[in-house]
């Protein structure tokens, strides 16, 4: 049986790719390494914790020593690497972090792959997932092809670029079989609360006021995150060697207009009178550089690989409000203790 490792699988995305991959493809073995920061939480995987072909291993991708034994002892077939800090916003206050995991924890898990799989690229695979945040911010017009030149500005992004570079680079130098995609804004289920999405409908429904930086006028591109797994899957099997893949939901939405429409599905859900939510829009000081549109172009996904989205955002949205109301017990561990501290950091001075 072929052994998948699948970094940061009990973060929000690799939860689902986890999910997916045991649930779907019982030809493999997948361990999920995953260090358990504030935004793990193996509560994202409860059905699936006691299938026969899943493990999970608590560890660092920064330990070097760790990793580099681990794909020998456990003959590591490859890789899908999903494990990152992935907040801008804790980026802002804390950049050496993200350069710590996010470029040293990849170059980590590079070096373990290519002591491992020697002479051997061939036959393994090192899939990086990443995001469209490397590319920058888009003007009015324009969409972020896989062509785009690469021009982060957050700490954030500037650590998810500089993997990608290296990913790249051990292809190059090394022949090593590596696949990149870069993917836009996810919303779903296991969402940890301070990003926007999840964050609103909290305190939505604890009548807290709702944070909107700036005008409100920033555009995303949000994708429903089970068809994100899903495009995961279909590059991991069907993308030829070294190549990139955009992942986007067609689906731009004002920061502003996301916050209205999902005031006004919890309003309905909640029985509350029309107006009640959207009340507790509050806008606060603006994001340091915060990059005003993201837009994809998938068409390269669509047309290879035969990936669409399939679901409308409307019907993605309200089916995550029904997951967070249903859930209440999963918001409330994982809003304790840390993260009540950088709620209160965060937003404090704004
Ligand atoms: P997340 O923050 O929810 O999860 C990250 C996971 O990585 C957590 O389980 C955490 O415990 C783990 N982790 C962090 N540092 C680690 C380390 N040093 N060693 C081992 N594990 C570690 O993030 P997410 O939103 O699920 O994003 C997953 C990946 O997808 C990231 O690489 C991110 O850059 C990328 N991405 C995210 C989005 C998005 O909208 N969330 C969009 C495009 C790409
Ligand atoms: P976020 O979910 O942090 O994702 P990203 O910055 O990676 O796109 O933020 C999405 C958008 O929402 C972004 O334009 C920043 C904005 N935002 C707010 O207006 N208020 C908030 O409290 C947060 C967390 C984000």
Redesign the pocket.
């Known amino acids: 049986m072929k052994k998948i490792l699948i ?9 689902h790719v986890v999910r997916r991959f045991v649930n779907l493809h019982p030809e493999y073995q997948i361990i999920n ?9 193996l509560l ?1 995987l409860r059905d699936i914790e006691n299938k026969s072909n899943y493990r999970f291993i608590k ?5 070097s020593a760790l990793i580099k034994e681990l794909f020998i002892s456990e003959n590591i077939h490859s890789v899908i ?7 801008v916003d804790r980026s802002i206050s804390n950049p050496l972090e993200f350069v ?3 470029v040293v ?1 990849t170059v980590n898990l590079l070096n373990a792959a290519k002591n491992a799989w020697k002479g051997d690229y061939g036959n393994h695979r090192f899939y ?6 490397v590319y920058g911010s888009l003007g009015d017009e324009g969409l972020f092809h896989e062509e785009t030149a690469y021009d982060p500005h957050s700490p ?1 992004s500037a650590s ?1 670029a500089s993997s990608d570079h290296f990913v790249r680079a051990y292809h190059d130098t090394y022949g090593m079989d590596i696949v990149i ?7 779903g289920s ?3 609360p301070e ?1 926007l999405i999840p964050l609103a409908i909290n305190n939505i429904k604890n009548l807290s006021p709702i944070p909107v930086y700036g005008k409100g006028d920033n555009i995303r591109d949000w ?1 429903w ?1 089970e068809d ?1 797994a899903r495009a995961i899957d279909v590059i991991f099997h069907g993308a030829t060697t070294g190549s990139t893949y955009n ?1 986007g939901g067609h689906n731009e939405w004002k920061n502003i207009d996301l916050i209205n429409l999902l005031c006004k599905i919890m309003d309905d859900k909640l029985n509350r009178e029309p107006g009640t939510s959207a009340r507790l829009i509050t806008f606060v000081t603006d994001r340091a550089g915060h990059d005003q549109r993201y837009a994809i172009d998938s068409s390269k996904l669509q047309k290879d690989l035969n990936w669409t989205p399939s679901l409308q955002f409307e019907e993605g949205l309200a089916k995550t409000v029904d997951w967070y109301l249903d859930n209440e017990e999963w918001l409330q561990n994982v809003t304790s203790g840390n993260y009540q501290s950088y709620y209160n950091e965060q937003y404090s001075e704004r």
Do not use: R
């Not at 390494?33 to 939480?41: C, E, H, M, R, V």
């Not at 560890?59 to 330990?63: S, T």
């Not at 995609?181 to 919303?187: A, D, F, V, W």
């Open positions: 970094t940061g699988g009990a973060g929000f995305i690799g939860s390494l995953d260090k358990l920061t504030y935004a793990g939480n994202n560890a660092d991708i920064v330990d690497h999903l494990a990152a800090e992935s907040h710590i995991t996010n924890g990086h997932v990443s995001t469209d945040e954030y998810k995609s870069n993917c836009s804004n996810n919303y296991y969402h940890f990003k994708l995150v994100h992942v």
